[in-house]
């Protein structure tokens, strides 16, 4: 029976005893005092919210044991301590074994601790005497999970660098759950340890309120300088609290005010500082995710800073690299998983606004000829590609050939495919014609003059108007007058569809005259046929006429066929306007028969609207309601929605006039819809007319 004692013992006893016969009960008293269970979760954050719907998947995968590891992942100053920390501590009671917890500095100005010294120091807050504490990495790992084996401990392993530096932390049970945090998605983790990830974003801009609500109480009142604080901050958590900070002790300035300090992008960095503690500036936080990337992910980045827009797709990462397409996805999706970048829509990838000026000042500190080269790569990405996409979107109009290279050029399989490229690229195009680089004005210029076409479908006036305006300059700069004579030809026009004549017509009549010095007959013709139209529009009919006249007689002359169509166009709207509707009727039939035959839509389109004009001021009723049908047929298919916009809202009007008011109210609030979008003042005036029609028929029904 000694023996069967003796092994039993020596199990859970570090005492050894040995005796041939025993009687009674046996007992033995540890001399060590029993440890507490380890409650190493640092304080609870202070205004803590907005994480309501995280702290709910949180409960899903820890508590339900969906994973014994959770990845945390995020921006650097997202919240992703705050958010675990918080959770750990409201479910802290169902942890009695304890909580254990190590900051293992991946990204800050220390340098990553070793996983063995963490094990060392867990092992000890578990209770493993120092002298009992092994010494190789892998033995400590293998006591750790030992030690848990059976215990309920929750394991925080918060500010990881790498899957490496947390695999022999993990205690390998699903009693101990453990969550990471990390700037780093650890995909590793996924496939080698069951881990489950959940990703901590930016907050919008509700939420951001709310925190500077949380903040700063009854100083946040109404939402639009606390808007302008979260637009400012870009909805980063951090950034929220250092303004909040910084409002905190000015209580006499006006929220109003602190936002206006941020307004300017050039400073917004600098003053996102408490200015005593790195981790309590955005600056330094931010770059501390940079300086972990290997290089070639680090020229990425910084190269990303040269883009001048807010979002980017795969080709235009691959131009501004000089990489093939398939190495810039593998670069990209490194970005994506260190979350300096995410995929903002399918195939479109951003940073947050603040990301976005930390790249472009590591940017600016790179290598000079690097910068400019990859700029250079980058327009002529755009100018190639937008060339192709217009020759799909407008293949009748003249052109200029692209300069530079071709090489991260992309194609389209169709006219849909270049309609959708140069919607979700228009505003990142200006924004590179903007940029104030000598080197790069030919191309600029050229640039705004192949977007023109799409400028003119879209009704994009803005940016027709920024782009040519900064293509102007370009074309000053170059010294290069018959550039110059094509952008304010086209300027002209955007100026004159803003409500601006005045400003047009300084333009047309300038670039009438560069291009008779430069003997650009047609550029010259062009010129006076927009001024034609000017005059039209502001009153000067026969003036017009004498105009049009002009040009129509050379586009017939040189066989401009497209032009010479446009220009009876022209005159049949002139012709409108003094009421004589035979002239107007045979003139616009002669455009769309050359409409017709060249098959542009577009052209169609709007001849076909003002057919429909023609005839309902001829009282032709049935034949004005198949040519506004014919125009928004001709509209949608080649993507004109200010021109099926103009449709319905004419087909609603006749519908109205004879008392179909179901079919007007519902054509109605489909071109209101329309000119929504393309922010058209006729939105206002369709809104009216869909509230006066409502109100005769007593339907309370709002316009929508």
């Known amino acids: 029976m000694g023996g069967d004692v003796h092994n039993r013992a020596s199990a859970t006893s570090a005492n050894l005893v040995q005796a041939g016969r025993i009687y009674g009960d046996l007992h033995f008293h540890d001399s060590r005092p029993a440890r507490p269970a380890p409650r190493q979760l640092p304080a609870p954050p202070r205004w803590f919210t907005g994480r309501a ?114 695999r022999p932390l993990l205690p ?63 909805g980063l958590p951090l950034a929220l609290r250092i303004v909040g900070r910084l409002a905190l002790s000015r209580p006499e300035v006006p929220l109003a005010a602190v936002a206006a300090e941020l307004a300017d992008e050039r400073e917004r960095l600098d003053a996102l500082d408490l200015g005593d503690d790195a981790r309590s500036a955005v600056r ?64 479109r990838y951003s940073s ?8 472009a000042e590591v940017c600016a500190a790179g290598d000079p000829a690097e910068v400019a080269a990859a700029r250079t790569r980058l327009l002529d990405h755009y100018l190639h590609t937008a060339d192709r996409a217009d020759r799909l979107v407008t293949p009748n109009r003249y052109r200029l050939p692209p300069v530079g290279s071709a090489e991260h050029a992309v194609s389209f399989d169709d006219r849909a495919a270049a309609l959708s490229w140069l919607h979700a690229t228009w505003s990142d195009a200006v924004a590179l014609g903007r940029l104030d680089c000598p080197e790069l004005d030919t191309r600029r210029w050229r640039l705004a003059y192949t977007l023109r076409g799409y400028f003119f479908l879209a009704k994009q006036w803005r940016g027709w108007i920024d782009s040519h305006e900064a293509a102007l300059a370009a074309c000053l700069r170059l010294g290069d007058r018959h550039a110059e004579a094509r952008i304010r030809n086209d300027l002209g026009r955007a100026m004159l569809e803003c409500g601006r004549p005045e400003a047009g017509a300084v333009h047309y009549e300038t670039a009438q005259r560069l291009f008779a010095e430069v003997g650009d007959r047609h550029g010259w013709s062009n010129a006076v046929a927009n001024r034609a139209v000017l005059l039209r529009r502001t009153g000067d009919l026969e003036g017009a006429l004498r105009l049009n006249a ?37 003139d616009l039939e002669r455009a769309i028969a050359i ?28 034949r004005a309601e198949a040519e506004h049908l014919k125009a928004l047929e001709a509209g949608r298919a080649c993507g004109s929605r200010y021109e099926e916009a103009e449709a319905l809202r004419s087909l609603g009007r006749l519908s109205a006039d004879r008392g179909a008011v179901d079919p007007a109210a519902t054509r109605w609030r489909a071109a209101l819809e329309l000119y929504r979008e393309l922010g058209s003042p006729k939105a206002d005036e369709v809104a009216a007319e869909l509230r006066a029609l409502l109100a005769d028929t007593g339907d309370p029904a709002s316009p929508g």
């Open 284 to 347: 330094p936080v931010l770059s501390w995710s940079y300086h972990r990337l290997p290089e070639p992910t680090a020229r990425a980045f910084r190269l990303l800073g040269a883009h001048p827009g807010r979002e980017f797709d795969v080709p235009q990462f691959a131009a501004l690299c000089g990489a093939t397409r398939a190495r810039a996805t593998r670069v990209l999706r490194e970005l994506v998983d260190k979350h300096l970048v995410v995929e903002s829509s399918p195939g």
């Open 53 to 166: 719907e995280e702290s709910r998947r949180l409960d899903d995968l820890v508590r339900g044991q969906r994973a014994p590891v959770t990845v945390v992942s995020g921006p650097g100053g997202v919240g992703k301590t705050a958010l675990v920390v918080e959770w750990a501590w409201s479910r802290a009671d169902e942890f009695p074994d304890g909580q254990l917890y190590a900051d293992l500095r991946g990204y800050g100005p220390d340098e990553p601790l070793d996983p063995t010294e963490v094990l060392g120091s867990f092992l000890r807050a578990l209770g493993v005497p120092d002298g009992e504490v092994p010494g190789p990495a892998h033995e400590r790992a293998g006591h750790f999970r030992s030690v848990l084996a059976g215990r309920r401990v929750l394991v925080v392993l918060d500010n990881a660098v790498s899957a490496d530096q947390v």
């Open 595 to 622: 409409f017709a035959q060249l098959d542009v839509p577009l052209d169609l389109a709007e001849a076909h609207n003002l057919g429909g004009v023609i005839a309902s001021r001829r009282g032709q009723r049935a």
């Open 352 to 359: 947050h606004d603040l990301l976005r000026l930390y790249a």
């Open 550 to 586: 002009t040009a129509l007689d050379y586009y017939i002359e040189a066989g401009a066929r497209r032009n010479t169509a446009i220009a009876w166009r022209s005159r049949a709207k002139m012709h409108v306007e003094l009421g004589a509707l035979d002239e107007a009727a045979a």
């Open 172 to 234: 390998g049970n699903h009693s101990c759950p453990v969550l990471v945090t990390s700037r780093d998605a650890l995909p590793g983790l996924a496939v080698h340890d069951n881990a489950e990830s959940l990703g901590v974003e930016v907050f919008d801009r509700g939420r951001s309120i709310d925190l500077l609500r949380a903040l700063l109480g009854d100083r946040v009142v109404g939402d639009d300088a606390a808007a302008d604080l979260a637009g400012h901050c870009a």
